[in-house]
């Protein structure tokens, strides 16, 4: 099939269209200094901290504000506070042992970041996932979308005082989490992805229950659109706020909901395709404003898209193994392991050795629900990584706050933060 | 097998990682005609000798390595080219390869227009790391740039703002994600608790912003301190607006 891109114009009620309220000035590119302090502020401003440990920050963000009353004249962000050395940690572990440290980054779509390391490493080592194994991994990374998007949508309504929308989206992840939890044994650290295949096939009884989620869904998702969409409220904090044009979304390097909702058109899943999203029928959303109102229209809209490629993946799931036929990557069953001797000099070598890859880089990067993650890996030959790298979507995304937000109101900094959807985990790393 | 690789969880926690054994770069040779790649072709006729070498890793990346002193003129031209236009810089990172050998500096580049990418490498040397920002050409650089000077102390020359961003400002260890660096750190755990007890409030904050603070005539909270954010509660007005 050939790769269809739609370009929706999501549209808004033009009534109650509050409108370019907040214009952000255009990036002029200067060379030089950077902003030095006004002089005639004395008296009149202060500096405040958000955070780090402050509910409205999703974590442990801390930002330095410099007010004018309740109008931010300059953001400072820092971060850092939840720095856990991934990448170090990475360079002195097996290939495969890297996989649990990927969930803890972001620990909102686990599935997405043990997908994605997985496919980078397999692409360095020319390792071709078996037919059954893609599909799996593409409902795992679809329906993690949906997952993260339904904490984004939760906590966000929090945020802005719309607390119901909060216990709906929850049961629906309370799903969710229970699906992780017949899959891989764990709720949030799924680490579920081995190089060439996964921990395990899917138990039986696991399709159906999915199927029953992508059935009912719809309804709950009808209902918090019902909660949202023509809400006063929430259009008047959401419709032009934090609006950044598509040509500053690009120069930032924002990617996903976030980027898309500026108007750029750049999904991974359509620009680069991978595990064959070429032949899913799913259309993207693609926003006009940048504001927070058109971030909210495309992630509700990519959880649409995404239980129409749940249903086609549920459709197409073949049979055969999950993992590939390679005995170099591949551990033995546990039966046989533990009844021949082959078989457990095998799983011993394996373990004990780890995988090698050849030596080269790969720096592959997949759609996740908060924007484009790479994965960049780096191999001498050995059995562990030279460099281990990841481009986390939120650590960028963040990047571009003070420029939302400056000129902007104190209420509307949480507003804007809890759109971009970050998850400290992978910033900090 | 040889029985000592059970001890290897446990090698370069108090030294640093064993790095490349190698000297060469570690992407083996090439063999035969590389796949083209328009963006390539274009700047050898562009920049001539500042394509120091092209190569095609996981079958279809490429990458192409210039001088330091060119870096910033070629990635100028790589952004803006008509027909190349690499307007999204996906990620810029470094690798050390460890043993003394030249650290690179990674740009990864996307054009949301030809929809094309492209690695441009430069390498380093340890006794020069500096090479100019690309701050003023696609802003996605900024904390990428603050990121690659924190964990491998490349200077980017012209970047406003470069410090440290995800280990502390006053953080004295190095550099952490040098071969060299020890994975428990260069201090005891002694003297690294006592260094993040005695830390002042000014550690927590930036040259610019104490700057700011000082104009204001200010004293600045102290993000962590529960006594003393108490009393300046009223002082501040608190943050009980943002919740």
Same mark, same amino acid.
């Given at each position: 099939m050939a790769l269809r891109k739609v370009v929706y114009n !999501?549209?808004?009620n033009p009534e109650l269209s509050a409108g370019g309220r907040l214009v952000n000035a255009p990036i !002029?590119? !200067? %060379?030089? %200094?950077?902003v030095q302090v006004h002089e005639d502020i004395a008296g009149e401003h202060m500096l405040i901290n958000i955070g780090?440990?402050?509910?409205?920050?999703? $974590? @442990?963000l801390r930002l330095v504000l410099e007010l004018d009353g309740e109008t931010v004249v300059r953001c400072i962000p820092h971060i850092g506070? /939840?720095?856990?050395s991934f990448e170090k940690l990475g360079e002195y572990r097996d290939w495969n042992q890297i996989v649990p440290l990927t969930d803890r980054m972001d620990y909102l779509a686990p599935l997405i970041y043990n997908c994605a390391y997985a496919m980078a490493v397999e692409k360095l080592m020319g390792i071709e996932v078996t037919e059954r194994c893609k599909v799996v991994r593409v409902i795992c990374m679809e329906l993690d979308r949906i997952f993260s998007h339904l904490l984004w949508l939760g906590t966000t309504g929090i945020d802005l005082g719309a607390f119901t929308v909060f216990l709906y989206t929850f049961q629906e992840r309370e799903r969710i989490y229970d699906l992780h939890e017949a899959f891989t $044994?764990?709720?949030?650290?799924? *680490?579920?992805?081995?190089?060439? $295949?996964?921990?395990?096939?899917?138990?039986?009884g696991w399709i159906e229950k999915l199927q029953e989620f992508v059935n009912t869904f719809p309804r709950t998702l009808e209902e918090v659109d019902t909660l949202l969409t023509n809400n006063g409220i929430w259009i008047g904090r959401t419709q032009g706020v934090g609006a950044i044009s598509a040509e500053d979304a690009v120069n930032f390097g924002l990617s996903g909901p976030n980027l898309r909702a *500026?108007? @750029?058109?750049?999904d991974i899943r359509k620009?680069?395709?991978?595990?064959?999203? %070429?032949t899913y029928d799913f259309d993207v959303p693609i926003g006009e404003h940048g504001d927070i109102y058109d971030r909210y229209l495309c992630r509700m809209e990519e959880m649409r898209q995404s239980l129409l490629i749940l249903q086609q993946a549920i459709d197409r /799931?073949?049979? $055969?193994?999950?993992? @590939?036929?390679?005995p170099r990557i591949i551990l033995p069953s546990k039966t046989a392991a533990m009844n021949d001797m082959e078989s457990m000099i095998h799983h011993f070598k394996v373990v004990m050795e780890g995988v090698r890859a050849p030596v080269g880089e790969s720096w592959f990067s997949v759609e996740s629900s908060k924007g484009e993650l790479g994965m960049y890996v780096v191999s001498d030959?050995? *059995?562990?990584? @030279?460099r281990w790298r990841v481009r986390g979507p939120s650590f960028i995304n963040i990047a571009a706050l003070p420029h939302m937000i400056e000129g902007a109101l104190l209420s509307d900094v949480i507003a804007v933060n809890a759109s971009l959807d970050i998850v400290l985990g992978e910033i900090d790393r | 097998m040889a029985n000592d690789s059970f001890k290897k969880g446990l090698?370069?926690?108090?030294?640093g990682a064993a790095g490349?054994?190698?000297?060469?770069?570690?992407v083996p040779p090439q063999a035969g005609e590389l796949p083209a790649h328009p963006s390539i072709e274009a700047l050898r006729e562009e920049f001539g000798d500042a394509v120091l070498r092209h190569e095609v890793v996981a079958g279809d990346e490429h990458i192409v390595y210039v001088p330091p002193q060119r870096a910033r003129d070629v990635l100028a031209w790589l952004k803006d080219a008509p027909g190349h236009q690499?307007?999204?810089?996906?990620d810029l990172t470094a690798i050390d390869w460890g043993n003394g050998r030249s650290i690179q500096v990674v740009y990864q580049l996307w054009s949301t227009r030809s929809k094309l990418n492209l690695r441009v490498k430069v390498e380093l040397p340890l006794d020069s790391l500096e090479i100019d920002t690309v701050y003023y050409l696609w802003r996605a650089a900024d904390w990428l740039e603050r990121e690659v000077f924190d964990m491998f102390g490349v200077v980017f020359t012209g970047h406003p703002d470069l410090r440290r961003i995800l280990?502390?400002?006053?953080?004295?260890?190095?550099?952490?994600?040098?071969?060299?660096?020890p994975l428990r750190g260069r201090f005891s755990r002694a003297e690294q608790t006592r260094r993040s007890l005695s830390?002042?409030?000014?550690?927590?904050?930036?040259p610019r912003e104490l700057e700011i603070a000082h104009v204001l005539g200010q004293t600045l909270p102290t993000p962590f301190d529960e006594a003393g954010s108490a009393d300046q509660q009223g002082q501040f007005g608190g943050m009980g607006g943002a919740g």
């Open positions: !999501v549209t808004r !002029v590119p !200067v %060379e030089g %200094e950077a780090p440990q402050h509910p409205a920050t999703h $974590g @442990v506070y /939840l720095h856990s $044994g764990a709720r949030i650290t799924t *680490s579920s992805t081995r190089i060439g $295949g996964m921990m395990a096939d899917l138990p039986a *500026s108007g @750029v058109d750049y620009d680069r395709p991978y595990y064959d999203y %070429e /799931l073949p049979g $055969g193994p999950i993992n @590939v036929d390679d030959g050995g *059995s562990k990584p @030279v | 090698e370069g926690l108090d030294a490349s054994p190698q000297e060469e770069p570690g690499y307007d999204f810089l996906q280990m502390p400002y006053n953080y004295a260890e190095g550099h952490p994600l040098r071969k060299d660096f830390m002042q409030t000014e550690d927590h904050y930036s």
